[in-house]
């Protein structure tokens, strides 16, 4: 079987399916347990609105819709297009388009059909589910609500939009429960009682803009997280059924943010943070992340379960991803730091529990290397978090290091497997890795405190994290190497420049590079998109203090700075960072007279250091690391 990135288990639990990555792409893959055998949903290629190439469709995720079919999500990377909604049967047969490109394919007649969204509010069974439709182009943030036919692609509008809903909640059943309304920079809640009853205003249910995620409603239940009053995210409910009602706190964590979005991922795959049971829509448990994934259980019989499999899977963590209708069988998800992780299917009435899957089946653990979560301050004081993996068999002292900034914003490392940390690792670099100011989990203000004209402070982070490894002897000085991707990208360069005698070589990977010239290109229709994403991304306004600080800590305001020689890897493609980022920071190196090399890329994306980069991808790094980093010989021998 190929690489198994994400599985669920169908409501009677004879099936798995399963989204797996081979010949180049993300499918479902759909296995019956009894038997073994398996069958795989290919989704077919989409030509780019701007390029002369055709993308393969990639399956985002998936979810059973009852036990006969499955609802696909699909994307397509390097492009602004989405691939769209689709289902397919058990067999993986009977493929049929819903939404997006993938019903404009099966050349349904009307314009209407092109203005399904890829929302899928409810799935009722293997024949039918809730899904939203615009009205028209003009009125896409207020859509209606139609009931599809997920084997044929035919519907019938159930709800239509007054002219003010942005979106739309159903419950377990399937009732339209909630409408929520964006208006005048505040949202109003609506509700009803009875399937095709009135609608009524809940001026008593007080969701504050800006600090709210509504969640999900389920048995009575409005569940949102919010900031509560220490600045993290907390997971809150109102009770539908009282009016008037006031919300309650149901869980918060001292130290990270929860439920701070709908879904999370873990490992490969996404999943909700919500964790409701079958049919009754109680709340069961809530997943987040501290230092690494955690799931907090309010039933005591689950919470009892993971005490369990806590036992069974020391040194791990260990994930209910899925249950059956019945809630008799359990899929597990257990992983760590060196195992890519396997799913085991657990009956809970014998306590019998088998593996069905492994996401990297090649990869020995026993080969891996160790990570290991670390704290420290900034130079101002503010407290960092990061994660420090150490080679196998190589000591714990005066090693090559590898710093690994991740991208951003929204992003932030997670202890667990990453195969491109192992990759460096087992090749003998020490990596670290910071979760500097502005990544999320950590509460509001430490997000907060990586914007307001403070770019420099996030490169600053990235240096103080070295030195605090350099400080303990873990890291020989004269051999660390800096790399990083988008936004992280922009702060390794940058503290190439900052700090130029603490780091020998960097990797620029889709780097961030000349925010100045991105800005003056904000005009060109090439280039609108990308710049609107990041102004949002990074709450810039035009003139602000925060992008005059973008600007001059940019690496092609640093190229005179720095010293090392530098590896520029980029896409064409790529839609987020233009390759004309890394074309200028070259061309200002070139100016310095510094060494530099840039490699590009052709339909890659954005992307590289997620999931499992490209063979030649890596063996660049690696060729680079090496030449970089080998022992710097005594002083009376390099000047003879």
């Not at 899929?331 to 730091?337: G, N």
């Not at 990453?418 to 020490?430: C, E, L, P, S």
């Not at 890795?433 to 420099?456: A, I, K, L, W």
């Not at 660390?480 to 960097?506: D, F, K, T």
Request: some cysteine; aromatic content about 8%.
């Amino acid at each position: 079987m190929d690489e198994v990135l994400g599985a669920k288990l169908s409501p009677d639990g004879e099936m798995l399916g399963m989204v797996t990555f081979g010949e180049d792409r993300r499918m479902v893959t759909l296995l019956e347990l009894a038997s073994g055998k398996a069958q795989s949903v290919r989704l077919g290629n989409v030509a780019s609105s701007k390029l002369d190439y055709w993308y393969f469709k990639q399956v985002d995720d998936f979810d059973w819709a009852g036990d006969e079919r499955v609802i696909i999500y699909s994307g397509v990377p390097a492009t602004d297009s989405t691939g769209g909604v689709s289902s397919a049967d058990k067999r993986a047969e009977n493929w049929i388009g819903l939404s997006g490109d993938s019903r404009r394919r099966q050349q349904f007649s009307g314009s209407a059909d092109n203005l399904i969204q890829d929302v899928v509010l409810h799935v009722f069974d293997s024949r039918t589910a809730l899904m939203q439709q615009a009205p028209s182009d003009k009125e896409w943030l207020h859509p209606n609500v139609v009931e599809m036919d997920i084997r044929t692609g035919e519907y019938r509008q159930v709800e239509k939009n007054p002219g003010d809903v942005n979106f739309w909640l159903a419950d377990e059943k399937g009732m339209l429960r909630v409408a929520l309304v964006a208006e005048n920079g505040l949202l109003q809640v609506r509700d009803r009682e009875l399937q095709g009853g009135a609608w009524r205003e809940r001026p008593d249910v007080k969701l504050r803009p800006g600090e709210t995620q509504v969640l999900a409603v389920r048995a009575q239940q409005l569940y949102f997280s919010q900031l509560g009053e220490d600045g993290r995210w907390a997971l809150y409910a109102y009770d539908l059924s009282a009016q008037p009602t006031q919300a309650r706190l149901v869980f918060a964590d001292p130290e990270y943010d929860v439920a701070s979005a709908a879904t999370l991922r873990i490992g490969g795959q996404r999943l909700p943070a919500l964790f409701f049971e079958h049919g009754t829509g109680r709340l069961l448990g809530v997943r987040y992340v501290a230092d690494g994934p955690k799931q907090h259980w309010f039933d005591a019989g689950m919470a009892e379960i993971q005490q369990k499999l806590d036992a069974v899977f020391p040194d791990q963590v260990s994930i209910v991803v899925d249950t059956d209708a019945a809630g008799r069988n359990l899929l597990v998800f257990s992983s760590s730091a060196k195992s890519p992780g396997a799913f085991f299917l657990l009956n809970q009435e014998t306590w019998k529990m088998k593996p069905v899957a492994s996401v990297r089946r090649w990869v020995n653990p026993q080969e891996a290397a160790e990570m290991f979560p670390i704290a420290l301050k900034a130079r101002d004081g503010l407290p960092l978090h990061g994660y420090l993996t150490l080679p196998p068999g190589a000591g714990q002292t005066r090693l090559p290091l590898v710093v690994m900034v991740h991208d951003g914003p929204g992003v932030r490392d997670v202890w667990g497997y990453d195969a491109t940390v192992q990759f460096i690792a087992n090749r003998g670099y020490a990596v670290l890795q910071v979760n500097y100011r502005g990544s999320p989990g950590y509460g509001e203000r430490f997000r907060r405190s990586g914007r307001d004209g403070n770019f420099g402070a996030i490169v600053d982070d990235v240096v103080d994290a070295t030195r605090w490894v350099v400080q303990r002897r873990i890291a020989d000085p004269q051999r660390i190497a800096i790399m990083g991707l988008g936004l992280g990208g922009y702060a390794a360069l940058s503290a190439m420049g900052r700090s130029p005698e603490l780091y020998r070589c960097g990797v620029g990977v889709g780097a961030l590079c000349d925010w100045q010239d991105l800005a003056r290109r904000k005009d060109s229709p090439e280039y609108a998109r990308m710049y609107a994403f990041w102004m949002q991304a990074l709450d810039l306004a035009e003139g602000s203090a925060s992008a005059r600080s973008l600007i001059d800590n940019s690496p092609v305001a640093r190229a005179k700075e720095i010293q090392g020689p530098i590896l520029l890897m980029h896409s064409e493609t790529d839609q987020v960072v233009p390759v004309a980022q890394a074309q200028a920071m070259k061309a200002a190196l070139k100016r310095e007279r510094k060494a530099v090399e840039l490699k590009t890329f052709d339909l890659v994306g954005h992307g590289y250091l997620r999931g499992d980069p490209g063979e030649e991808f890596l063996t660049d790094i690696a060729r680079f690391l090496a030449s970089n980093l080998r022992p710097r010989p005594p002083a009376a021998a390099a000047a003879k």
